[in-house]
């Protein structure tokens, strides 16, 4: 009797086609990374989850409504355009955040540069008007939203890198075109 062996599938096959309940996930959460990286990508994900949450959703909408309504700060404060682009910035980092849980993370790190933006245009409007005061307004309350920014950066690149360099390999790995080849017959 002969041994049957089974030859591995050569590299320009096809890879086999999930099942509906394998799929299922991955169809959600299209971009997770692989192998390692994965694991740190969901963890990243779950940190800046809970970032966005205390520094875009408790402390990004709701001190600015604080500030308009509320008579914890003078009316020329309140009064200034400093608090709204603190709120549009928030909300651009909210939908960053669930454009990335969608798995679109070049998207969404797009997104949070621009948020990112806007938070650096708040900075300058409270330092701006708190000018000559020892406090520098609620600098430490939206600042920490960057690191969100720089989160979303790192996903991103842990996700792409390795798809990236394969691209880069199998470019690499690809055959050249013979002179030789191009003989009339």
Known sequence: MRKQVKLPPPKNAKKPQKTEKENAF???????????????????????????????????????VLIWNGNIVEAEVAADP???WWLISSIVYIIGLFVLMLGHSKSATVIH????????????????????????????????????????I?????????????RRIEKENEVAPSILDDRKK
């Open 82 to 84: 400093s608090a709204i």
């Open 154 to 166: 790192a996903i991103m690149l842990i996700i792409h890198i390795p798809k990236w360099i394969e």
């Open 26 to 64: 991955s169809i959600f959460v299209r971009d997770q990374g692989e192998g390692a990286g994965k694991v740190v990508v969901i963890v990243l994900k779950v940190l800046e989850l809970i970032l966005t949450t205390v520094f875009c959703v408790m402390l990004g909408i709701f001190m600015p």
């Open 113 to 152: 540069i621009l948020a990112a933006v806007g938070t650096l245009v708040t900075y300058s409007l409270y330092t701006r008007l708190f000018e000559g005061f020892e406090n520098n307004g609620p600098t430490p309350l939206y600042m920490p939203s960057l690191f969100i920014t720089m989160l979303t």
